[in-house]
Each structure stands twice: as structure tokens, then as C-alpha cells.
């Protein structure tokens, strides 16, 4: 069955640390890949999409994101934090169906920063 | 450019009332969505319409009812609430790539309560 895993519920890092976000999903192809970000109380703000090409994709507010194909895995990276990336953060696939053209989250990963 | 405005904000049912939540887009994308956003589950789809005139079900599709009103709209429909529904809606859209879809841009999110 397609399905995509963020492991991570929550996560605390120090401000200036780096962070990595996991998202992993079981496909049988290469589906097209999402992150968005979503702070308290607003809507999804996409952060970066993977469609092809280039593994390592980067996106808007200093991240970055690697696809691996052999892991399965598209995680989402920053060197080093600050304290207005606290949010939420969800992973998204698009999975090549015609029949379903939605995108499937995972059930994210909540970012706190401490000072 | 507004892109995905959705009404109303906030709302608080009665259970057994019923309401409508509206949709509307204007980058002039073919396919809309509705997610709900409940804690620890992600966003999962109620239904979507990947064109005008047609709607499909998503992965919990009851107790709701869509309409593709046009191009631009796309709203939801609660019959007859339920506290279940308690949530917090999404409406989206994107516009279809070749072999997959685009990346979904959002609304602001309905929160909805049903006491």
C-alpha cells in the first residue's frame, strides 16, 4: 500500500543547531515529493518539491532536502536553526496514480526551538 | 492574487446541524481538495474533484458531500454534524503535471468544533 512515515512526532533543537527531518513512504516507482510547513493556527506553506533530476533539491527559508531512492527517504535538512522555524513540518508524496491525483501526508513533525 | 480562500474561519455546530464550507481559487487550477487536519494523523483526504463536474472520494469521504460548483469553487458539505467532525479543514488545489500532480497549495484552514 502507498503510505508515508514522518518517525519523528516531535523534535527539540537549540537554536543554531542543525536539524534533520525524517519522511519516508512505500511506493513500488519514484513519486513526486513535498515539504510544507505549517505554523500555529495557518495553512500549509510549501518548502521545497522534488519532481526529478537533481537529488538534492533546495527550498525557500534555508532548507534543503535529499532524495534517496535506495532508503525510500526524502528528509529535510537545515544547518542551523532559528527560532521562527518552530512549527509543524509534513512530509508529502504524489503518487504517479491518474486515478488520484491528491497528495498523502505523513502525520508530521512538530519543530521546537530552544534559545 | 488570493489564491485558495476558504469561509468561514471558525464556526461551532450544534450536533445534527448543518453547514457548508466555501472554497475558492483563483490561480486557475483544475483540480481541488478537502483535507481534514486532525492531531497525530496528518492531513487526510476527504474528497477531491480533479475537474469541473466531477468529484471523487477520498480516504473519509462520510458524513460529507462536495460540490464543484465551477472552476473556481469547491465546497464541502456536513449534513448532519457529528463531534467526530471536530476539525480543522483544508481546502486545496494544484494543477496537474504530465505522469503526476503538482505541488497543492492551501487555504487557511476551517476550524471547525461540533459540541
Known amino acids: 500500500a502507498q503510505s508515508v512515515t514522518q518517525p519523528d512526532i516531535h523534535i527539540t533543537v537549540s537554536e543554531g543547531a542543525s536539524l534533520e527531518l525524517r519522511c519516508n513512504y512505500s511506493?513500488?516507482?519514484?513519486?513526486?515529493l513535498f515539504w510544507y510547513v505549517q505554523s500555529p493556527g495557518q495553512g500549509l506553506q510549501l518548502l521545497l518539491k522534488?519532481?526529478?533530476?537533481?537529488?538534492l533539491v533546495q527550498g525557500i527559508k534555508g532548507f534543503e532536502a535529499e532524495f534517496k531512492r535506495s532508503q525510500s527517504s526524502f528528509n529535510l535538512r537545515k544547518p542551523s536553526v532559528h527560532w521562527s522555524d518552530a512549527a509543524e513540518y509534513f512530509c508529502?508524496?504524489?503518487?504517479?496514480?491518474?486515478?488520484?491525483?491528491?497528495?498523502?501526508f505523513g502525520s508530521g513533525t512538530r519543530l521546537q526551538v530552544q534559545p | 492574487n488570493a489564491g485558495v480562500t476558504q469561509t468561514p474561519k471558525f464556526q461551532v455546530l450544534k450536533t445534527g446541524q448543518s453547514m457548508t464550507l466555501q472554497c475558492a481559487q483563483d490561480?486557475?487550477?483544475?483540480?481541488m481538495y478537502w483535507y481534514r487536519q486532525d492531531p497525530g494523523m496528518g492531513l487526510r483526504l476527504i474528497y477531491y474533484?480533479?475537474?469541473?463536474?466531477?468529484?471523487d472520494k477520498g480516504e473519509v469521504p462520510n458524513g460529507y458531500n462536495v460540490s464543484r460548483l465551477n472552476k473556481r469553487e469547491f465546497s464541502l458539505r456536513l449534513e448532519s454534524a457529528a463531534p467526530s467532525q471536530t476539525s480543522v479543514y483544508f481546502c486545496?488545489?494544484?494543477?496537474?503535471?504530465?505522469?503526476?500532480?503538482?505541488?497543492?497549495?492551501f487555504g487557511q484552514g476551517t476550524r471547525l468544533t461540533v459540541v
Open positions: 508529502a508524496v504524489g503518487f504517479l496514480d491518474t486515478g488520484r491525483r491528491a497528495l498523502t
Open positions: 511506493y513500488g516507482a519514484t513519486p513526486y
Open positions: 522534488y519532481f526529478s533530476g537533481d537529488t
Open positions: 490561480m486557475n487550477h483544475n483540480s
Open positions: 474533484s480533479a475537474s469541473e463536474g466531477t468529484t
Open positions: 486545496a488545489s494544484n494543477k496537474p503535471r504530465t505522469g503526476g500532480n503538482t505541488e497543492a497549495f
